[in-house]
């Protein structure tokens, strides 16, 4: 039945009212729907993973998050999604802030149980808001894929097995299944963030491309540029802006980005009430994605006309 509502939720209508409502419809089926069934089936055998005690190998696939306090109590849903995958990942791990989570016994039980159903729980010092999701991962397992994905999202059920056969075409891109297409005005003039479409098909690998954290991505081993990890540059230009921060530590590793946005034409079911919007609105209709980007290209002096 799981299974079943996401492909309905990915049929698309011609009319667009028609369209509209029935994706709110079915958007709202699921997110009711989706926590019964999970909590229902919680305890087959078959939902949970065993972590593997060496991680930092290149065949090795960790999917990992972050979360703050408004949506600790709903991030249990989305770890539900990414334990029931046709594609099992090799480790799940949620990195919290010590600053926002003080005592590791007052989270909630929900999220609690899934550790005896893999999942880990890391708690860091400092608190670099969105970067947690990638930062400690890729430090701590250098060799291996990272998966990072959103704490407000519904991930259907083939979406990490989707994602690495398409990055296994391309293996020295980023592979995503949501991204923007960044264009220019003359060699090197970026436009207005709001001006980059979506990409709605299967693409081959772009520098121009820019994966949206959202739709979950997969970062091979060593693709980003070392300076990914430089905290002080990171919380000076770009605290709130992983994905613009990610993306120019990508192209100045001269690596591409591949999207198999085609496999789906929607986006990803959100979790009412998830708090989504606050951070997202700040970013685009606020203006400070334009801002961060430019700031990113001027202090790293990025020759843009990669994107060309």
Known sequence: MRQLFYRLFFLKFSNKKIDHWYYRILSRIINHLYP?????????????????NELNKDDKYIVSLTSFPKRIDKVWITIESILRQTRKPDAIILWLSKVEFPDPNSLPEKLLKLKKRGLIINFCDDNIMPHKKYYYCMKEYSNANIVTIDDDIIYPHTFLENLISYQKKFPESVCCTVARNITTNGKDNLTDYKEWKNVKENTTPSFSLIPIGAGGVLYPPKKLHEDVFDIQVLKQLAIKTDDLWLKIMAIRNYTKTVCCSGKYNRNFVSIIGSQKNNLMESNISGGDNNRVIHDLVDYYNVNMTILN
């Open 36 to 52: 019964f069934i999970f909590s229902l089936t919680e305890k087959l055998p078959s939902f949970k993973i065993i972590p593997d």
